[in-house]
């Protein structure tokens, strides 16, 4: 199983991002999937993470500035930012809680990550 992020860059404050997040692979079901982000220096720190049947958890630093949504047929997840702050520059990570099987567990499996930075 593979996690592959994009749409990271420079953005001025203010501006607004998409982030990406296909998984690929051998998939029998993906449970929940979310994105995590570390700054430079801080620890990792939530963000936000989407269950297969819709439920939705943000971190407390960017609820209503951030939406989180995926596409099961695509297996992919999103993360739309607006509003985005300097505080926000980050590495954000995407995660998949994936079954492989039907008989299988699911596992926690990680993507590369992605830079994001805003400044001006």
């Known amino acids: 199983v593979q996690l592959q992020a994009s749409g990271g860059g420079l953005v001025q404050p203010g501006g607004s991002l998409r982030l990406s997040c296909a998984v690929s692979g051998t998939i029998f079901s993906i449970n929940s999937m979310g994105w995590y982000r570390q700054a430079p220096g801080k620890q990792l720190e939530l963000v936000a993470t989407?269950?297969?049947?819709?439920?939705?958890n943000y971190g407390d630093s960017v609820e209503g500035r951030i939406t989180i949504s995926r596409d099961n047929a695509r297996n992919t997840v999103y993360l739309q930012m607006d509003s985005l702050k300097p505080e926000d520059t980050a590495v954000y990570f995407c995660?998949?809680?994936?079954?492989?099987?039907?008989?299988?567990?699911?596992?926690?499996?990680w993507g590369q990550g992605t830079q994001v930075t805003v400044s001006s």
């Open positions: 989407i269950t297969s049947d819709g439920n939705i």
């Open positions: 995660t998949a809680d994936v079954v492989g099987s039907w008989y299988g567990a699911p596992f926690d499996y």
